[in-house]
């Protein structure tokens, strides 16, 4: 069965202190696809990276990063020098033989000036 | 930049009543989908859509539920006849194809009393 795990449901930093956050994913195909959406207190849901399954270079847009690793089932999200304008909830999905995106349980980032 | 449109942004209605949601899709993606995000919790796919028909549906779309493209632009979530728990926000979204992001709309918050 399909399934993504956010582990972490809250993390607070402050301003400028580098965050990882985690994304376990579990999947019987070998064909799959692996997202991160943002949602921020306005409430919407806006895309951030895709990844599919044959592609395991990390990928790099500005802070923020992405480290996955099939062999652990991983697909974590680094934001370098986090902002206050960072602060939303996170989610990881994941695409396999199905229509549907299957949500992790998100993770709220809190970024204190 | 195109996007996908939601109206309206809330919708409060009695427990009973029939509601429409509406979603413009953006214009040369070909499939659609309705997630729901019941307050402070993850993210739930409802149904895809694909070449006038579903093409996938979850557990939570029921009889009560139903979708229609009535013209060339719109996208519609009919729920019949709404109970308490269908309060949430419903996020219509759209993609090229089945496995490339999916872009969401703002959302519509729905109430139901």
């Known amino acids: 069965a399909q399934k993504v795990t956010q582990a972490q449901t809250e993390i607070s930093v402050v301003e400028k202190e580098d965050v990882t956050l985690d994304c376990v994913y579990e999947?019987?195909?070998?064909?799959?696809?692996l997202f991160w959406y943002k949602q921020p207190p306005s409430g919407e849901l806006v895309f951030l990276i895709r990844?599919?399954?044959?592609d395991e270079q990390n990928e790099i847009s500005g802070r923020y990063s992405w480290n996955f690793q099939k062999s652990t089932s991983s697909f974590n999200f680094t934001i370098t020098a986090s902002q206050v304008v960072d602060s939303a909830v996170y989610f990881c999905?994941?695409?396999?033989?199905?229509?549907?995106?299957?949500w992790g349980a998100g993770t709220k980032l809190i970024i204190k000036p | 930049e195109p996007e996908v449109t939601q109206t309206p942004s809330h919708q409060v209605t009695q427990m009973g009543q029939e509601v429409i949601l509406r979603c413009v899709p953006i214009?040369?993606?070909?499939?659609f989908y309705w997630y729901r995000q019941i307050l402070g919790q993850k993210v739930e796919f409802l149904v895809s859509?694909?070449?006038?028909?579903?093409?996938?549906k979850s557990e939570i779309f029921d009889d009560q539920f139903s979708v229609e493209r009535p013209d060339g632009s719109n996208f519609t979530l009919k729920i019949r006849s709404t109970k308490l728990e269908d309060s949430a926000m419903y996020f219509c979204?759209?993609?090229?194809?089945?496995?490339?992001?999916?872009?969401f709309g703002q959302g519509t918050r729905l109430t139901v009393v």
């Open positions: 999905a994941l695409r396999d033989s199905n229509y549907q995106l299957i």
């Open positions: 214009s040369n993606h070909l499939y």
């Open positions: 990844r599919n399954s044959f």
């Open positions: 859509f694909y070449n006038n028909e579903i093409s996938e």
């Open positions: 999947t019987r195909d070998t064909t799959y696809y």
């Open positions: 979204a759209s993609s090229v194809r089945p496995n490339t992001e999916a872009f």
